[in-house]
T-cell receptor, first 113, second 112 residues
Framework: GAVVSQHPSRVICKSGTSVKIECRSL??????MFWYRQFPKQSLMLMAT?????????EQGVEKDKFLINHASLTLSTLTVTSAHPEDSSFYIC?????????FGPGTRLTVT | RKEVEQDPGPFNVPEGATVAFNCTYS??????FFWYRQDCRKEPKLLMS???SGNEDGRFTAQLNRASQYISLLIRDSKLSDSATYLC?????????????FGTGTRLKVLA
């Protein structure tokens, strides 16, 4: 099946620093990737839709200047959490669209101290 | 009212039981439907897409009822390893593109 990797799997950073998360589709090309955030015991929340070669589409309430998305190739999208704060601590998951089906990366657990 | 609704559960069932989950969606323009499973602190994994004619994969059967706007997932002969949260996902058009709407999930616990 389609494989999506995500790196790093876990990161701890200090408040005020920036963190970059990479999402790669390993065995297929994805013009569209999605970025989600999930807090403990809550459902996935879509943050933004990333389209290769164009600007990402952000969901309401998600600050585009804080969560920078770059989708420069058909196999890679990156999410940069800028000036991270403790409330940004969460599980960030990407997915890549293969046909109509989404394939998820293993997620990145971000802890901001 | 949420666009995609699921009973959060938990559904506690004994091993070997048959269990069914329903998911309702409110937007009649929805086009594609999926069931994912998510284990604790892991990413969702695609269980199956749901087709109008219904589809079966081993112990799992998915059905779509467009008239009543719901999809269902039936698990037969439940295993301990089936314990997870089952997410209903609906794909619908929006502003020239498509959007995937996730339900909040139904938690299943299969008991020995």
């Amino acid at each position: 099946g389609a494989v999506v990797s995500q790196h790093p799997s876990r990161v701890i950073c200090k408040s005020g620093t920036s963190v970059k998360i990479e999402c790669r589709s390993l065995d297929f090309q994805a013009t569209t990737m999605f970025w989600y955030r999930q807090f403990p015991k809550q459902s996935l929340m879509l943050m933004a839709t990333s389209n290769e070669g164009s600007k990402a589409t952000y969901e309401q309430g998600v600050e585009k200047d804080k969560f920078l998305i770059n989708h420069a190739s058909l196999t890679l999208s990156t999410l940069t959490v800028t000036s991270a704060h403790p409330e940004d601590s969460s599980f960030y998951i990407c997915s890549a669209l293969g046909g109509y089906e989404q394939y998820f990366g293993p997620g990145t657990r971000l802890t901001v101290t | 009212r949420k666009e995609v609704e699921q009973d959060p559960g938990p559904f506690n069932v004994p091993e070997g039981a048959t269990v069914a989950f329903n998911c309702t969606y409110s937007n009649s323009a929805s086009q594609s439907f999926f069931w994912y499973r998510q284990d604790c602190r892991k990413e969702p994994k695609l269980l199956m897409s749901v087709y109008s004619s219904g589809n079966e994969d081993g112990r799992f059967t998915a059905q779509l009822n467009r008239a009543s706007q719901y999809i269902s997932l039936l698990i037969r002969d439940s295993k301990l390893s089936d314990s997870a949260t089952y997410l209903c996902v609906v794909n619908r058009p929006t502003s020239g593109t498509y959007k995937y709407i996730f339900g909040t999930g139904t938690r299943l616990k299969v008991l020995a």
